[in-house]
């Protein structure tokens, strides 16, 4: 068996504002920064292998939470957003041309306009994942998270999930002989 420990990357600018980042390369913010320095993983994580999407605010995550630099893997790119990318999600909410669905009532094929689908994020991951050999922690996106989790839990992207994905805290999934599980109760990153 091998877990995998994925954690979120730190707040942007971008975050902050309610803008919808998805694939645009955007930096962590200073606040984020300031508080990842002070954050390090639990002990029995330290020893795994550490990989991260290729955008700096997950590349930046790693680094600042083990002070090591992470192998960089296309695999966890977050979710493309499409047309919707720098746009915010209650303006398109309030807007009914265009198009916008809470990620709840999405299923697995929705899509934002010229974006990816939950399906299409799943069909990358499942390549990434049958390349595990080892104990890792993956600093990713929320989107890839969702995905890994629903596909770990058996939601649909109906209705609530049955988890809530927080920062500085790894989501621990089981994968046994391709089988994904999520039991673990979060684990919070610890102050150095």
Known sequence: MIRLALIRHGHTAWNR??????????????????????????????????????????VQTAELITVHAPVEIAALTEMDWGDWEGLKGIDLRADPCSGFRDLEDWGWDYHPPNGESPAQVRQRLLGWLDTLDQDTVAVC?????????????GWEFQGEPSFKVKRNHLFIIDIDNGTLQHTAVPERLLER
């Open 141 to 153: 996106h929320i989107g890839i998270m969702r995905v890994l989790l629903a596909m770990a839990t």
């Open 17 to 58: 504002l309610g803008q919808i980042q998805g694939r645009t390369d955007i930096p962590l913010d200073e606040g984020a920064v300031a508080e990842l320095s002070r954050l390090v993983l639990p002990e029995r994580w330290r020893k795994a292998a550490l990989v991260s999407s290729p955008l700096r605010r997950a």
